[in-house]
């Protein structure tokens, strides 16, 4: 079975761009969830997405956005990027994102604002 | 307000045991878990804990008291594969919130 991809895996911007990343889960998993990590803050989550419709959202503010296909896929944009912004943004799914239920992660898109 | 507290580096030698802490402070608890991430890789699950005790796999353990919002990890048995981050996390009422990790060398 294979596990959850992002891609792509490093991405380098400059500021007041945008950019898109992308996740596929686990097949047959629904819940796909994006967290933002830096060094200094660890793992912040950004949202939650399941059967196409944002279900949980985090303190990020409106220029983070993203989306759930039916296939489950999903992808997260941010726009007018800042310094700040530069981050591992990780993905993880799960079945249906039930309380408990364990999640797993991709390995990532590393992104560099310049 | 949420708060979850790890150590942020801890060092051990090569066969002996560690235990990493976590404590927490969050607004509704709906269990706690362990993920461990080596760098440039994805965190994987290690454990979740939602009722007070001890749960044992093989040379990890971890432990969990809701009274005093604490768990923390064991690992035994210490083998240089070992050297990685682990990541606390607690599942409050909605979502997953993550403490900022701890990093584990393991020397020979």
């Known amino acids: 079975k294979a596990g959850v991809t992002q891609t792509p895996r490093y991405l380098i911007k400059t500021r007041g761009q945008q950019v898109t990343l992308s996740c596929s889960p686990i097949?047959?998993?629904?819940?796909v969830s994006w967290y933002q990590q830096t060094p200094g803050q660890g793992l912040q989550f950004l949202f939650e997405y399941f059967s196409e419709t944002q279900r949980n959202k985090g303190n990020f503010p409106g220029r983070f956005s993203g989306r759930q296909f039916s296939n489950s896929r999903s992808e997260m944009n941010v726009s007018t990027l800042e310094l700040g912004d530069s981050a591992l943004y990780l993905c993880?799914?799960?079945?249906?994102?039930?309380?408990?239920?364990?999640?797993?992660f991709g390995s990532g898109t590393q992104l560099s604002v310049l | 307000g949420q708060n979850i507290d790890q150590p942020t580096e801890m060092t051990a030698t090569e066969g002996a045991i560690v235990q990493i802490n976590c404590t927490y402070q969050?607004?509704?608890?709906?269990?706690l878990f362990w993920y461990q991430q080596h760098a440039g890789e994805a965190p994987t699950f290690l454990s979740y804990?939602?009722?007070?005790g001890l749960e044992e796999k093989g040379r990890f353990s971890s432990f969990l008291s809701r009274s005093k919002g604490y768990s923390y990890l064991l690992l035994k048995e210490l083998q240089m594969k070992d050297s990685a981050s682990y990541l606390c996390?607690?599942?409050?009422?909605?979502?997953?919130?993550f403490g900022t990790g701890t990093r584990l060398q393991v020397f020979p």
């Open positions: 804990n939602v009722l007070d």
């Open positions: 993880a799914s799960s079945s249906d994102g039930t309380i408990g239920e364990k999640l797993f």
């Open positions: 969050t607004s509704g608890f709906n269990g």
């Open positions: 097949s047959g998993h629904r819940s």
């Open positions: 996390a607690v599942y409050n009422t909605d979502k997953l919130i």
